[in-house]
């Protein structure tokens, strides 16, 4: 287990924001779930609103809850023009809400943020309390191959760089390392700020820690927490999972 908190990676929601631009294909997989399912909607971990202001400028009555108020923040700021988002701060496995939802979810792979079974639990026991007898609870995590856990490990990774609301050219670069007995994938992450591209100005270091589930020991979670995985698709686009998919992208009801 990791030594830190791990909420290191989300202290700057600015940053965060010009580092996780929403996909298009994100936003058509939540967007037609609550097309389907209508309002009240709850975001878990919704960190800055990435989903959750485009969700509100679209008419639903959505709550965004998150552990981490300086992503809370940033999305306040972010929403001042919107009157059908509420924003709470708060551990969701300590949570108790007097309100049902007709859709519950979190994305941005933040089911992996909850780092040992007792914490899974703990989130899962949430949303099953908060979710109406007739909703859906969707959410996506990363699938773990094998292969790609194992690969480049210590390795330096530069990703692609990204650009800030500011216009300032960020650069990403990590090294990871994965710890199959506790099923924890931990990185070190550097970003750069650039001034006229060749001036670093600025440089933050993370720490993080995500955690793995198999696909058969997620559906047994799911099951013993008082769900049914109705669907599991391979990424947001629904295609099947394979071996090799990215994601598991799952759809849940109560059972």
């Given at each position: ?73 940033t999305a306040k700021k972010k929403s ?22 007709r859709m519950i979810y979190t994305t941005g792979n ?146």
């Amino acid at each position: 287990m990791p030594k830190h908190d791990n909420l290191e990676e989300f202290r700057d929601g600015d940053l965060y924001d010009a580092t996780n631009k929403l996909k298009s294909s994100e936003f058509e997989f939540f967007s037609n779930l609550a097309r389907q399912y209508g309002s009240p909607i709850l975001d878990v971990a919704c960190g800055t609103g990435r989903l959750t202001i485009p969700l509100a400028e679209h008419g639903y009555d959505i709550t965004g809850v998150d552990i981490t108020p300086e992503m809370l923040e940033t999305a306040k700021k972010k929403s001042t023009h919107l009157d059908g988002v509420q924003w709470i701060h708060a551990d969701v496995r300590k949570l108790k809400l007097e309100q049902q939802f007709r859709m519950i979810y979190t994305t941005g792979n933040a089911f992996q943020g909850f780092l040992d079974r007792p914490s899974q639990e703990g989130l899962l026991q949430f949303v099953h309390s908060q979710l109406d007898k007739n909703g859906v609870f969707a959410f996506e995590t990363r699938n773990p191959v094998l292969s790609r856990l194992l690969a480049d490990q210590g390795k330096v990774v530069e990703r692609e760089d990204s650009v800030d609301e500011k216009g300032n050219k960020i650069s990403h670069t990590w090294e990871r390392t994965y710890d199959p007995i506790h099923q924890l994938e931990h990185f070190k992450q550097t970003y750069k700020y650039w001034k006229n591209n060749h001036e670093v100005y600025k440089t933050v270091h993370t720490r993080i820690a995500i955690r793995y589930v198999f696909p058969q020991e997620l559906k047994s979670l799911l099951y013993y927490n008082g769900f049914v995985l109705e669907d599991i698709y391979g990424h947001f686009d629904k295609s099947p999972l394979q071996d090799d998919s990215p994601l598991m992208v799952c759809i849940c009801r109560k059972r």
